[in-house]
């Protein structure tokens, strides 16, 4: 029985091709009909030129593209399902997955997807305009659901444990530096702390104390990373206690900060693609800057400069001189190693400006790092 199993999970590696070799090593039938439509549904993208059974010149049809998507869903994984309908559009270029108003709402989300979607946004036909539209928002809605909170929560600790209010309030005490600032009028006889002085945390929803600013690549490469700081800078524009602004550049710059409300109207105002100058963007980023001390800037890029590499260099050493705190993302990501430019990461390095890639569940704790200005070094991979 185990090598029949053994034999059934090579055939359907292998394809149809190995069919009559593994049947002759079998004792029976090798597939069921549940395996046979789990052949067809792999076959469709990993077998011969057209799984779909479409001719030459001619995509497949949407209704077998829906029943191909309704297969993958019965027998695969959520997991599994977004593997191969991603392997789909880039193995076999099926770009009515994407075009097709009744095929996307049955995609499974995968940020992947999005971030093609955001490629392609000025191709899809007016008819699917407003499925990609919702398709894009649950990608969005779901990392704001996992991320929002403990942004907020990250945010509120760096704020607390920095700044002091003289303006008296029993809820925002300083419990901890009102004792240790106190101990030496402790007294010893009854026992008690008699405190001369009392200490208390800035509220910050009360004005906005620091500056966040995110420049984000445009170009392709960019995708999944363009997503999560756009989410990133919609959940921190929200926050009274921080002024916001988000900047997308490729070849020239755009200030989408009066978008945050909305990180889907944030996603399709970047153009994904084109070239790449990152000297522009950071020297429009230095006009924001207000109160160096109290900005951090992250630049969000893989540092493939088409510009004035010099420039760049010049631009971020000057900023971070001024007291502004830089940070280098080469991608937000989950999704492998990333690619980027690996010289000039190096040369932003040697600046003592941290430069790394951060996987998105991360975030929280490095921005509440970055606001306190801890070391990032443990965020290095």
Not at 27 to 51: C, F, K, P, V
Not at 91 to 100: D, I, S, T, V, Y
Not at 160 to 189: C, F, G, V, W
Not at 261 to 281: H, N, R, W
Request: charged share 25%; glycine share 6%; hydrophobic share 40%.
């Amino acid at each position: 029985m185990e090598t029949q199993e053994k034999l059934k999970r090579w055939r359907l590696i292998l394809g149809k091709e190995a069919e009559q070799t593994l049947e002759q090593m079998a004792s029976g039938e090798m597939l069921s009909q549940e395996d046979l439509l789990m052949d067809r549904a792999l076959g469709a993208i990993y077998g011969g030129a057209d799984g779909f059974g479409g001719g030459a010149g001619s995509g497949p049809s949407s209704p077998q593209l829906s029943r191909w998507l309704g297969d993958l869903r019965a027998l695969f994984s959520p997991m599994e399902v977004q593997v191969i309908q991603n392997d789909a559009i880039r193995r076999k270029g099926l770009n009515q997955l994407l075009f097709e108003p009744e095929v996307l709402d049955q995609l499974e989300p995968s940020i992947g997807t999005a971030a093609l979607l955001l490629t392609l946004k000025d191709q899809i036909p007016s008819c699917a305009r407003e499925n990609a539209r919702a398709y894009i928002a649950k990608i969005v809605e779901d990392i704001n659901r996992r991320l929002a909170d403990d942004l907020k929560r990250s945010v509120t600790a760096a704020l607390n444990r920095r700044e002091h209010s003289p303006i008296p309030s029993a809820s925002a005490l300083d419990y901890r530096m009102t004792i240790r600032r106190n101990l030496k009028h402790y007294d010893t006889q009854r026992q008690v702390l008699l405190p001369e002085k009392f200490y208390f945390f800035e509220h910050a929803a009360r004005s906005a104390s620091r500056t966040i600013i995110l420049d984000i690549d445009q170009s392709g490469s960019m995708g999944e990373s363009i997503i999560y700081a756009s989410v990133l800078s919609c959940i921190l524009a929200s926050m009274r206690s921080l002024r916001t602004h988000i900047v997308a550049f490729d070849t020239q710059v755009t200030d989408l900060t009066e978008l945050c409300a909305d990180p889907v109207e944030v996603l399709y105002g970047i153009q994904m693609g084109g070239g790449t100058d990152i000297e522009k963007s950071i020297a429009y980023c230095a006009e924001l800057v207000q109160e160096p001390a109290k900005t951090t800037l992250f630049l969000i890029t893989d540092l493939e400069e088409n510009g004035n590499r010099a420039g760049l260099l010049l631009r971020l050493e000057e900023l971070k001189a001024s007291g502004v705190n830089v940070i280098v993302l080469l991608a937000i990501s989950d999704s492998g190693k990333p690619c980027y430019d690996s010289m000039m990461a190096e040369k932003v390095s040697a600046l003592e400006i941290p430069c790394f890639a951060c996987p998105p569940e991360r975030l929280p704790e490095l921005l509440e790092a970055a606001m306190k200005h801890q070391s990032l070094q443990n965020f290095s991979r």
